[in-house]
């Protein structure tokens, strides 16, 4: 089992509408959680980060956190074709410093 | 805050020869930098994690001859590619963290290196 999983899509979502992307974990002692942009050819860029059971907002970006069922998702309200791209999900597991990357989600925005 | 610079964004070199590549950070003081390395339509591949004054730390399978990785001051780390070939063209990207906190996973732009 790979430890981030995410569905690699493509994703496709009406502009407009809620893009919800998934990530699910294997380390139970994982702590914190990040969630990626990357555009075709681009360095990853942060969107946010959680590291609490719950939901934290950002402007259209919607980070929920379940550790009980080691999952992350990230929701994206109101899609434009701009958030077309790459979402990469990271985990910072227990003990270490370096993140562990899912695989990426490509979402696409049809206008 | 939080930027880190990373040279250059693209370079195109013979096999057999060596490239550097740079990654500072430019308002902070990275204790610990990060190389990956990414192909097409692939996620990042963690390549070596290095600390500020002491030898990098490679993932199982890089050949730390080959990708030569040097963190000499909290604000450079380099990663040389040495002899390189064709099969090392790829997106390298460094990330930087300093010590204040959980928003400092922070990437450079990437560097575009194909061999000919």
């Known amino acids: 089992q790979k430890e981030v999983e995410q569905n690699s899509g493509p994703l496709s979502v009406p502009e407009g509408a809620i893009a919800s992307l998934n990530c699910t974990y294997s380390?139970?002692?994982?702590?914190?959680f990040f969630w990626y942009r990357q555009y075709s050819g681009k360095s990853p860029e942060l969107i946010m980060f959680?590291?609490?059971?719950g939901d934290k907002e950002d402007g259209r970006f919607t980070a929920q956190l379940n550790k009980a069922s080691q999952y992350v998702s990230l929701l994206i309200r109101d899609s434009q074709p701009s958030d077309s791209a790459t979402y990469l999900c990271?985990?910072?597991?227990?003990?270490?410093?370096?993140?562990?990357f899912g695989q990426g989600t490509r979402l696409t925005i049809n206008p | 805050g939080a930027v880190v610079s990373q040279h250059p964004s693209r370079v195109i070199c013979k096999s057999g020869t060596s490239v550097k590549i740079e990654c500072r950070s430019l308002?902070?003081?990275?204790?610990?930098m990060f190389w990956y390395r990414q192909f097409p339509k692939k996620s990042l591949m963690l390549m070596a994690t290095s600390n500020e004054g002491s030898k990098a730390t490679y993932e199982q399978g890089v050949e730390k001859d080959k990708f030569l990785i040097n963190h000499a001051s909290l604000t450079l780390s380099t990663l040389t590619v040495t002899s390189a070939h064709p099969e090392d063209s790829s997106f390298y990207i460094c990330s930087a963290r300093g010590s204040g906190g959980l928003d400092g996973y922070t990437f450079g732009s990437g560097t575009r290196l194909t061999v000919v």
């Open positions: 959680i590291y609490s059971n």
């Open positions: 308002d902070f003081q990275a204790t610990t």
């Open positions: 990271a985990v910072l597991i227990q003990g270490a410093q370096k993140l562990v």
């Open positions: 380390d139970r002692g994982s702590q914190s």
